[in-house]
């Protein structure tokens, strides 16, 4: 279970202090997937770079079951166990999929290991396994292995912030189900998805829509979504691809 | 019997993945001696009598075939220069491995120059593996100063791959190949220097007949105070392709000097160079982070896989 207790995020680029996070507390309970909504810019994907240690807030405190890992740094929260899928995912010239996939798992991941991870995320391993997690894969392709590198971990928390960002629609529509067998065999653990999708929105068991850097609104699926529908924060795959 | 001390022993598994006598043709040089040769039917290795170094003369149509010539210098203060000519004879295939390790446990400086001489016969193809490493706690410099050479014929194919990871304080590193109608030449440096070491690295590349062509690429990574200097020259003289890209990155107090040059001297001559510089980034060590390692590991990592 993780727990946001009135965290603030400042960025004073300018002496401005601008404040991103405005006292946001919230409960992710384990074996539920959460999903973060809301308008552009409106501080979503802060919060997911906050709970993965890549910010550190001003003021709050970050809980992972109980122990509170507000000035932990990232690595200390990953072997905790929290996940972060990237926006945009990072390329690496010479390191292959398999070797990142190892890197996640945290162990000597057998092939057949690392082809289950990437059988989950709809890649076919033998295509991809020694292949380089460089700019010769697209953005979907990317997509789904940064996907894969979380699965690996097998986190008590994983984050993807806006796993449908720059992919095309059919990888999408695949992604869609790759979270909802997720959310299937989710036990012992959470899901905390960045999303605009309704799609998504869809399999949430919880919505929370943030905006100007507070909570707007948060409670479950069957409360929320029927305030969200047409509005920008849920924005139907079609729409949004073109 | 091929005798060898344990630092022999080390430093030939470092430069050639050696852990035994090799099969096949090899010439084994330790502190400036051969300590074992062996030719076989199709690969002839015969001294040189005028200066040091050997002959390598593999017969036409030989297949599947290698070489090893490894050189280890353990002895402090030895300095020599060692021409080494190889003749591959029409449509053989073979592999070349070639390399030097140096460990200096003295004040005085070790230096091993290596002129490697290549003539490949039409339709033949080379493959060759160079590693150059260095060890040892002395204050004595390890020095090493490649001089490589290739003259290709007709539709020949050479392969290179030249690693230097470690332990290497100074290099000078020459090469040059001249590539006659439809042969091919395909270069892969890895390079890692770091202390206070230099490393300098000319290519100059001709493609004097049609259809031939050359992809020279180098990877490197300078750590602490060292330098590097990647000058990678390929003149287009016929219908040709050339391509030659420096890929680097910095670290600490590292500095790097990259001069790709193109020369077109054929209105059908095709050529390409890039180059980029820069030091990892942030973005890669904190992805790696959130997947368990410590920056330092990441580093490592990082690093590792841009080599491979």
Not at chain 2, 193 to 213: I, K, M, P, R
Request: charged content about 25%; some cysteine.
């Amino acid at each position: 279970m993780l727990e946001l207790q009135n965290i603030s995020f400042q960025v004073s680029d300018d002496g401005s202090g601008k404040e991103i996070i405005r006292d946001v507390s919230l409960t992710v309970p384990d074996n539920e997937l959460i999903v973060i909504t809301g308008p552009n810019g409106g501080g979503k994907s802060t919060l997911a770079r906050l709970i993965a240690g890549i910010e550190k807030p001003t003021a709050g405190r970050i809980l992972l079951d109980g122990e509170d890992i507000t000035d932990k740094s990232v690595t200390d929260r990953a072997k905790l166990g929290v996940a972060f899928a990237f926006q945009q995912p990072v390329r690496f010239k010479g390191i292959r999929v398999v070797d990142l996939l190892r890197l996640a798992s945290g162990k000597k991941l057998s092939v057949a290991g690392a082809c289950e991870y990437l059988s989950a995320v709809g890649l076919c391993a033998n295509d991809y396994l020694e292949r380089e997690v460089n700019a010769s894969l697209s953005g979907g392709e990317l997509k789904r292995i940064e996907i894969a590198t979380v699965l690996a971990r097998g986190a008590r928390l994983s984050v993807f912030d806006e796993p449908e960002a720059g992919i095309d629609l059919w990888s999408f529509q695949n992604l869609i189900e790759v979270f909802k067998n997720l959310r299937k065999r989710i036990v012992n653990s959470s899901l905390l998805i960045i999303s605009h999708q309704e799609r998504i929105l869809n399999i949430a068991d919880e919505i929370v829509v943030i905006s100007a850097g507070q909570v707007e609104r948060q409670g479950s699926r069957a409360e929320v979504l029927p305030t969200l529908t047409g509005t920008r924060a849920a924005v139907k795959g079609c729409r949004k691809a073109q | 019997m091929i005798k060898l001390d344990e630092i022999q022993k080390r430093l030939l598994r470092e430069v050639a993945d050696l852990h035994q006598v090799p099969e096949g043709a090899y010439n084994i040089r330790s502190n400036s001696a051969a300590v074992g040769r062996q030719s076989t039917a199709n690969i002839e290795i015969t001294p040189k009598t005028d200066v040091a170094g050997i002959d390598i003369r593999v017969r036409p149509g030989t297949k599947n075939e290698s070489v090893h010539i490894p050189v280890v210098m353990t002895q402090s203060g030895l300095k020599e220069v060692v021409y080494n000519d190889f003749y591959i004879g029409e449509g053989a295939d073979v592999l070349i491995v070639a390399g030097c390790g140096i460990d200096n446990c003295g004040t005085a400086d070790s230096e091993h120059d290596g002129v490697h001489r290549f003539f490949v016969g039409k339709n033949a193809k080379t493959r060759y593996v160079e590693k150059h490493y260095g060890s040892g706690s002395g204050t004595g410099k390890r020095i090493l100063n490649p001089g490589t050479e290739v003259y290709q014929d007709e539709n020949s194919v050479v392969e290179m791959e030249m690693v230097q990871i470690k332990g290497v304080d100074d290099t000078v590193r020459t090469t040059t190949a001249e590539l006659a109608a439809g042969a091919k030449l395909v270069v892969r440096e890895r390079l890692m220097t770091h202390g206070e070491q230099n490393a300098v690295s000319t290519y100059v590349v001709s493609l004097n007949g049609d259809g031939a062509s050359a992809d020279v690429v180098s990877r490197s990574v300078a750590r602490d105070k060292s330098y590097q200097k990647f000058d990678a020259k390929i003149v287009g003289n016929a219908a040709c392709s050339g391509h030659t890209e420096c890929d680097s990155i910095i670290m600490d107090k590292g500095r790097i000097l990259a001069v790709p040059g193109l020369e077109a001297n054929n209105v059908d001559a095709a050529l390409v160079h890039e180059a980029a510089i820069g030091k990892i980034a942030g973005e890669q060590i904190v992805k790696l982070m959130t997947l368990g390692l410590t920056e330092a590991e990441a580093e490592e990592q990082i690093i590792n896989g841009f080599l491979r």
